[in-house]
């Protein structure tokens, strides 16, 4: 069985530059192959459903948003957006950015709202702008430097099947690293945006990547990285803040994030939950409250970590020996992180508190897309659970939730929180093969749609998928 022991994002878009499409797996855990739904290497490991290709020929596809039924756009991680009815791609782009595409850069998230036409208003209204759309991209002045990560306000003409009206909302300032973005969007159940920003470094953080959003008391200021933030859709910040007054930390939803591409909300409970991207291993699932710190660049999953990312060992230091508890699982030579306020983190005078990961992969998957699948089309045990995609082989993760939707209800060798490699996914594996997943959608239709940004086959590399009954 082939093990995968790290594969960041940034590496998967490399891959993409240098044409390497990851093969097709053959993991089988507890079913025949004749039970096993296949398309194009694809595995679906519940045979009562099947998988069918929608469109293919997309160059780098990174996220969608429904308009409507059959009807959507999706963007390519070059800079355009298109859109898809029925099937079809529509010849002409509704918009081309001039973005950077190094690495984890480029054109990367979308949300899209519908826009209200009052009747009320003096000035008579233009109904073909049907939809606000909102888009994540990074833009450089010049080849891969003075780069900013925006946040962009379009309107869509819907007769004349374009994005018109710019309005930029917000500009984050990049650092000449281009990994570790994030980019992923949503608007949640108060009607604002939502978004994830990366820590913009490598494994190893510089003195100028170091900020108190990464739980550097002597960091340099805060500015916008590292964490989940919002704002209203017209860019404007909520209240006076959750971790304080100042721009840009009253945006901060959350903090300590290294790098996320997966948020949605409970559709029972209204609470976030969001994916995160270890270094070479810690990869989480997190429930987020207001204020939550998840630990980076501290604790990884349940790890301390040294300067360079690695695990410390719990023999480095009496502290590391004092608080080398295994709580079930033997982990032996490495200190975990248990309780509920570590040592080390940063604050914010008491505004912000550290949170447990709900599930840990200790072997890197590198999670993606995270979905709570608001539909019983694919079967009452499906319904408001969670589904994780990933780079690493392409799979997707299905979680259920506990009876008060606190945690994931987790069993046997999972009841820990902690997959220690491939050999304890059989519980959760849903499907393998997607190549890299970039996006999971809930359809109008009920559906489980699959962006799947590397395949093997078809004009080009991209292709998006739904799951159906079969």
């Not at 780079?391 to 046997?412: C, E, M, P, S, Y």
Request: one cysteine or more; glycine letters at 10%.
């Amino acid at each position: 069985m082939k093990n995968i022991t790290r594969l960041s994002y940034a590496s998967a878009l490399f891959f993409l530059s240098i044409a390497v499409i990851f093969s097709s797996y053959s993991y089988i855990y507890s079913q025949e192959d004749s039970d096993i739904q296949t398309i194009e290497g694809i595995k679906l490991y519940d045979p009562n459903l099947k998988v069918e290709l929608v469109t293919s020929g997309l160059d780098f596809p990174t996220t969608m948003a429904f308009l409507g039924p059959s009807d959507f756009l999706i963007l390519e991680k070059s800079g355009t957006v298109k859109r898809v009815m029925d099937g079809k791609v529509i010849d002409k782009p509704l918009l081309k950015v001039d973005v950077s595409v190094k690495d984890e850069r480029g054109l990367l998230g979308i949300a899209v709202s519908k826009k209200e036409n009052s009747s009320n208003t003096k000035t008579t209204q233009n109904t073909d702008l049907t939809h606000n759309v909102f888009l994540y991209y990074t833009i450089c002045k010049s080849k891969n430097t003075d780069c900013e990560n925006q946040i962009n306000k379009y309107e869509l003409d819907n007769k004349n099947n374009a994005l018109v009206n710019q309005k930029l909302l917000l500009a984050i300032p990049s650092f000449p690293d281009p990994a570790h973005i994030g980019g992923i969007i949503d608007i949640g159940p108060d009607n604002n945006l939502y978004f994830t920003v990366g820590n913009f470094q490598n494994t190893i953080p510089d003195e100028p990547y170091k900020t108190k959003t990464q739980n550097f008391e002597d960091g340099k200021p805060v500015d916008g990285r590292a964490g989940i933030l919002r704002m209203t859709q017209e860019g404007k910040p909520i209240g006076e803040g959750i971790l304080g007054n100042e721009f840009p930390l009253n945006l901060y939803y959350a903090y300590g994030v290294k790098n996320s591409f997966g948020i949605d909300f409970d559709p029972i409970t209204g609470k976030l939950w969001f994916t995160e991207n270890g270094p070479k291993y810690g990869d989480e699932v997190n429930l987020a409250e207001p204020g939550s710190n998840s630990g980076s660049d501290k604790i990884f999953g349940i790890w301390r970590v040294n300067e360079e990312g690695k695990k410390l060992n719990a023999d480095d230091n009496e502290k590391g020996k004092q608080l080398k508890e295994t709580n079930g699982k033997e982990n032996g030579e490495f200190v975990t992180v248990m309780q509920d306020h570590p040592e080390d983190l940063v604050y914010f005078n008491g505004k912000g508190h550290y949170i447990h990961p709900e599930f840990i992969w200790d072997k890197s998957v590198a999670p993606t897309a995270l979905l709570f699948f608001d539909s019983d089309k694919l079967g009452s045990q499906y319904k408001n659970d969670i589904f994780v995609g990933s780079v690493d082989a392409g799979r997707i993760f299905h979680f259920d939730l506990n009876k008060n939707r606190t945690g994931l209800d987790l069993q046997g060798s999972l009841a820990d929180k902690i997959a220690t490699d491939s050999t304890e996914y059989g519980d959760i594996l849903f499907a393998e093969g997607f190549s890299i997943i970039t996006d999971l959608k809930h359809g109008p239709d009920g559906s489980l749609y699959v962006v799947s940004g590397l395949k093997s086959k078809g004009e080009k590399n991209g292709a998006i998928y739904r799951i159906v009954p079969s």
